[in-house]
């Protein structure tokens, strides 16, 4: 099993948001009970969400997870 993280630079025209994506590829050797399990535990601790599923002939599997990328200012403030 293979994870690659992508970060989308593109914003969307109505929501002016920024992606995460994790994709995730799965050899046909590999079981789906394995690949299952990661997905979950993307989707519960790393508030990933299961965005695209692809099966391709021979078996292997790719998933597409994605997260908002959230910016967080910071309210410390420098006074002296």
Known sequence: ???????SRLDSLE?????????MT???RDSVAEARRKVVEHAEYG??????????????????????IMRVRSTLTLSR
């Open 26 to 28: 799965v050899a046909p």
């Open 1 to 7: 099993m293979r994870e690659q993280e992508i970060t």
């Open 47 to 68: 508030k990933w969400e299961l965005q695209r599923t692809v099966l391709y002939r021979g078996g292997a599997r790719r998933y597409w997870m994605r997260r908002r």
């Open 15 to 23: 929501q002016r948001q920024q992606w995460e994506y994790l994709v």
